[in-house]
């Protein structure tokens, strides 16, 4: 079997960031300080959405929760959710490292911004805490999501093993 390779990818903070521009109806928020289990449920709802169709997986809920709430870097404060008719449709799940974990972006919510606006909430979060880069890793076959990325500003620094 091949194995998958994956770049490592980072935005420097120091530049002038735009805006987050979110599509009308829709709102971002973050993970209450308790998360709430359905909101839980829910971000992975779209993180299995989002990673089927990008060739990836997400471990089932029930080890992925209790794993993401358990580790040192996990703050609930960046866990992104993009919120339409009260559903929630995307996420973005950074580490306290200045690392973005997981973007995910339901199927159906594509190419309307969604992704774009939840990477640019979570670069004006690192920002703020501080940081002067935030990271990612995006398989490399990945094409539409590096694509995005670098409109972004993040540039390749590194590729290893997936």
Not at 33 to 44: E, F, N, Q, T
Not at 79 to 90: P, Q, R, Y
Not at 92 to 109: E, G, M
Request: glycine share 8%.
């Amino acid at each position: 079997m091949a194995q998958h390779l994956v770049l490592r990818m980072r935005r420097e903070l120091s530049a002038d960031m735009e805006q987050p521009l979110w599509p009308a109806g829709m709102t971002c928020r973050t993970l209450a300080p308790k998360p709430d289990k359905r909101d839980a449920m829910a971000a992975h709802s779209v993180l299995e959405a989002g990673f089927w169709e990008g060739g990836g997986g997400a471990p089932i809920f029930r080890k992925w929760w209790p794993e993401l709430r358990k580790d040192s870097e996990f703050d609930p404060a960046l866990v992104f959710l993009a919120i339409e008719h009260g559903e929630v449709i995307g996420m973005a799940q950074c580490w306290t490292s200045a690392f973005i974990k997981d973007l995910a972006v339901h199927p159906r919510a594509r190419r309307r911004g969604v992704g774009r606006a939840l990477m640019l909430t979570a670069f004006h979060a690192f920002a703020k805490r501080g940081a002067a880069h935030v990271d990612l890793k995006v398989r490399e076959e990945n094409a539409n999501a590096q694509r995005l990325y670098r409109d972004l500003g993040m540039t390749v620094i590194a590729r290893e093993p997936g």
